[in-house]
C-alpha cells in the first residue's frame, strides 16, 4: 500500500557479510541490495546458504563479519527486537503452533503487544478476506485444516502488525501440485494488492519467475547473478545460470510446446 511515505530505496542491503557454521563457510562474503516494494525470489540448489541468508536478515542469525542494513538502518542486537515488528517472517514449513487454534496463532504476538480486543478482531477479519481463509476455520487447529489453509495461516501470522516487509522461506514447499498452483496465484494477487517488499525462497524456477519482479541465483554461498527471468535467460553472466533456468517455461513456450505435441498426435 502506498502510503505516500517516501520509503528507501532498498529494503535490505547486505554488505561483505560472511557466515561459518562450525569452521564451514557457509557464505563467503555477500553483497546484496534488495530493493523495497518489490519481490525478490532467492533461488539456488539445497544447501546453498538461502535460509541462512533470510535467517541473517530478519537478525535470527549474527553475521560473523559485515553489515546488515534494514531500510538504511544498521541491525545490531540492540536494535533487532523493535525492527523485527516491522518484518513478517514465515519459517520454512510454516511453523505455526500445533497447540493453538488459527485465531490465536494469528492474532499472538497482537496480543502480546497489547492491541484492543477490537483492533485485533478487525486485522484478523481483514486478512482472512484478503487470503481467503474460511471464517469457520479460526477455532479449528492446524491438523484439523489442509496444507493450503495453514499456509494461509502462517501468512495471516506474519502480516498481523502490518509489517514493511515479508520473508517467506519455501512457502509453498510442502504442497502438493493444484494447491500450490492455486497459492501461487493467490500469492502474487496478496503481494500485487499490498505493494510491500517481499523475500520469498523457492527452489523451483516457475515460481521464481512467476512470483519475482527479480531473482537472486545462488550457488555455494556465492550470488552469482541478480535480475529478472529474461536478463538470467538472455545475458547469463556463468554457464550455470543457464544450466538453472533451462527447465524454464515461459507461458508462450509452454502453449508452444502444447501445440507441437498436438499436431504430432494428427
Ligand atoms: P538452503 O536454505 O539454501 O537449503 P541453508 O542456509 O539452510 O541452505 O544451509 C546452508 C548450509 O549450512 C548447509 O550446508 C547446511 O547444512 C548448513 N547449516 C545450516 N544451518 C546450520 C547450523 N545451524 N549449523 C551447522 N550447519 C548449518
Ligand atoms: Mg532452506
Known sequence: MN????????????????????????????????????????????GCGKSTLLRLMIGLLEPDTGHIL???IEITQENIPL??????????????????????NVTLMAQYLGWERPRIEERLLELAKLTQFPRDGFNRFPAQLSGGQQQRIALMRALMLDPDVLLLDEPLGALDPVIRSDLQNDLKQIFHSLGKSVVLITHDIQEAAFLGHQIVLLRAGHVIQQGTI???ISAPTDPFVTRFVKTYRGPLETLETLEISKGGDI
Open 3 to 46: 502510503t505516500g511515505q517516501i520509503s528507501h530505496p532498498f529494503i535490505f542491503e547486505l554488505k561483505n557479510v560472511t557466515k561459518t557454521y562450525d569452521s564451514v563457510q557457509v557464505l563467503p562474503p555477500v553483497n546484496l541490495l534488495i530493493p523495497s516494494e518489490q519481490t525478490t525470489v532467492l533461488i539456488g540448489p539445497s
Open 70 to 72: 534494514f531500510e538504511g
Open 83 to 104: 525492527l523485527r515488528q516491522r518484518m513478517g517472517y514465515v519459517i520454512q514449513n510454516g511453523g505455526i503452533f500445533p497447540h493453538l487454534t488459527a485465531q490465536k
Open 230 to 232: 529474461h536478463e538470467l
